[in-house]
């Protein structure tokens, strides 16, 4: 083999793991904001949720989502080959790799909106199917380049995600938004009056930490995406990934502190991580084609459209505690939309078919899915657990013992 080639393949490779690691730590960036915006009392339950998941989402695709997803046979025998000879810039596991923590980061956004009345086992038997079946499957269609149900091809249509604000994000809110119609909300958050009452989270230093590992795990979400980099066109592509991710961020940060400050008179910390938040969602449909300057409006509109989404969910009364279904469904869609407008190979049309294939499928089996759950082994624990926190009914263990009261 050319040395050339093998040089190229190790890099394309060596690239693909670090930033499957970056995305893997993103794990660790939801575990922290998710504690840090619960009350100190089902702090240890989410934690078990997202280590959990985690785990969950490896073993399920393993055992079958990538097959449903790519196509191969089970247990990876099918994607083990020796690269370059079967066809592959890079190691065959490192896409096997690279594709699990995508699938684990869509299930850690159904955490974080379903947490403090939800119970631990309906969660991740839930995780299993969406991580082994549901995801795969709308994967599938997408990267996958499948037909939807043999009907028709979304590529085909001009549908287009460069590293998944629909495809990963807008999915993973579409399961958490069934799961909270489903699961109602906290006791005491919503008043007969209509009027809402705020449940602050009980460390804000960890949810900030929490936010700054997503903002650098980001980085190989999009940047990995590139699926390359040993080559200078793929080296300036990936640069120019980094550059408009930091950029929507920052956009998107600044829009929602000015955007709350304007209507509460505060600057509101739980916004601004995740008006952050929102603007890496909204670049990720598409970071390698706008410039610098509409990567970080983008992050603006981003910033602004999640603090009203917020706002709106609560006078439905939909009860999200950390804000995921705002943050990665919302502006996910807002993200797949945006596309067109600098990547001539999307139509307007396409994205919004795609975001419809996507929503109508994940929304509408995860809700046969929850649904079963609660007519079985019931999805919601009691009212006295919800008060006394679930910590204790769910994990046995406090995760502050010494500042709790005591059981």
């Known amino acids: 083999m050319d040395a050339a080639i093998e040089l190229a393949y190790a890099l394309d490779t060596f690239y693909f793991l670090v930033c499957g690691a970056l995305v893997m730590w993103m794990a660790a960036g939801f575990a922290m904001l998710e504690a840090g915006l619960v009350r100190s009392k089902n ?16 073993v399920m695709y393993m055992v079958c989502g990538y097959m449903i997803m790519y196509g ?22 490192a896409d096997f790799f690279f594709q699990v923590v995508f699938v684990a980061t869509a299930m850690s956004i159904v955490s974080g909106a379903v947490a403090e009345r939800m119970k631990l086992w309906a969660f991740l038997i839930f995780a299993v199917v969406m991580t082994g079946f549901i995801y795969p499957m709308e994967g599938s269609w997408t990267w996958g380049g499948n037909a939807v149900f043999g009907l028709y091809t979304l590529g085909d249509l001009g549908f287009s995600d460069f590293a998944g604000s629909g495809i990963v994000h807008m999915a993973g809110a579409s399961a958490a938004l069934a799961g909270v119609i489903f699961l109602g909300a906290r006791k005491g958050k919503y008043n007969a009056d209509g009027s809402v009452n705020a449940i602050p989270g009980a460390n804000m230093p960890l949810a900030t930490l929490g936010m700054f590992i997503l903002w650098l795990g980001w980085f190989g979400f999009n940047g990995g995406s590139v699926l390359a980099t040993a080559s200078v066109e793929s080296a300036n592509a990936v640069a120019v990934v980094f550059m408009n991710t930091n950029a929507a961020a920052a956009g998107g940060l600044v829009a929602a502190l000015i955007t709350a400050r304007i209507l509460f008179g505060k600057a509101d910390l739980t916004m601004a ?10 670049i990720t449909a598409e970071p390698s084609t706008p410039t610098a300057l509409i990567a970080t409006v983008w992050g603006v509109l981003g910033g602004v ?3 009203f989404s917020i706002l709106a969910l609560d ?4 009860d999200d505690p950390v804000g995921a279904i ?22 307007f049309s396409g994205q919004l078919i795609g975001a419809v294939t996507i929503f109508v499928w994940v929304f509408g089996a995860s809700s046969v899915v929850w649904l079963a759950l609660k007519a079985t082994m019931g999805i919601r624990v009691t009212e006295e657990e919800e ?21």
């Open 305 to 307: 459209l999640v603090v």
């Open 315 to 318: 006078k439905l009364k939909l």
């Open 72 to 93: 191969g046979d089970l247990f990876l025998s099918g994607i083990t080959g020796d690269g370059v000879a079967d066809d592959w810039t890079y190691a065959p596991s």
């Open 387 to 407: 008060y006394e926190g679930v910590d204790i009914s769910e994990c046995g263990i406090e995760a502050y013992p010494e500042f709790s009261s005591g059981t």
């Open 326 to 347: 705002s943050v990665h469904g919302v502006v996910g869609f807002l993200g797949l939309m945006l596309v067109p407008i600098t990547n001539d190979a999307s139509t």
């Open 273 to 282: 991580l995740n008006g952050a938040l929102a603007g890496l969602v909204a």
């Open 43 to 58: 702090t240890t339950e989410i934690l078990t949720k997202n280590v959990a998941l985690y785990a969950i989402s490896c």
